[in-house]
């Protein structure tokens, strides 16, 4: 656990690094953010439940986004926001990518 955003949230180390500022995954946002050791605490083995968070890749979206087509992107696409895909590739090494039609009518 590390503290973000002024509170212990759910985290996994992205790295050993010895200038005491490890980058650390926050699994419930997605977010990876330097945090100082002193705020990095073990994870209670009593609170232990699935990640629900994943990274995934969006398929057919432009390679560069105007900013007002980014604003909607995030909008649609905000923490806690249920979205519906409609089709959801394997890649290698468990990764994955997604296809979601309605976006392109959004970003069109």
Same mark, same amino acid.
Request: with cysteine; charged share 25%.
């Given at each position: 656990? +590390?503290?973000?955003?002024?509170?212990?949230?759910?985290?996994?180390?992205?790295?050993?690094?010895?200038?005491?500022?490890?980058?650390?995954?926050?699994?419930?946002? $997605?977010?990876?953010?330097?945090?100082?050791?002193?705020?990095?605490? $073990?994870?209670?083995?009593?609170?232990?439940?699935?990640?629900?968070?994943?990274?995934?890749?969006?398929?057919?979206?432009?390679?560069?986004?105007?900013? +007002?087509? +980014?604003?909607?992107?995030? &909008?649609?696409?905000?923490?806690? +926001?249920?979205?519906?895909?409609?089709?959801?590739?394997?890649?290698?090494?468990?990764?994955?990518?997604?296809?979601?039609?309605?976006?392109? &009518?959004?970003?069109?």
């Amino acid at each position: 656990m +590390a503290k973000y955003m002024g509170k212990l949230c759910r985290g996994v180390s992205m790295e050993l690094v010895g200038d005491g500022y490890p980058s650390i995954l926050f699994l419930d946002y $997605g977010n990876i953010v330097k945090i100082h050791v002193t705020d990095i605490r $073990g994870y209670p083995g009593q609170l232990t439940y699935p990640v629900l968070t994943t990274e995934y890749v969006l398929m057919d979206l432009p390679e560069e986004l105007t900013d +007002a087509q +980014a604003k909607r992107l995030e &909008k649609q696409l905000e923490v806690g +926001a249920i979205v519906t895909v409609d089709e959801i590739v394997e890649n290698e090494e468990n990764n994955y990518s997604l296809r979601i039609e309605r976006l392109q &009518k959004l970003l069109s």
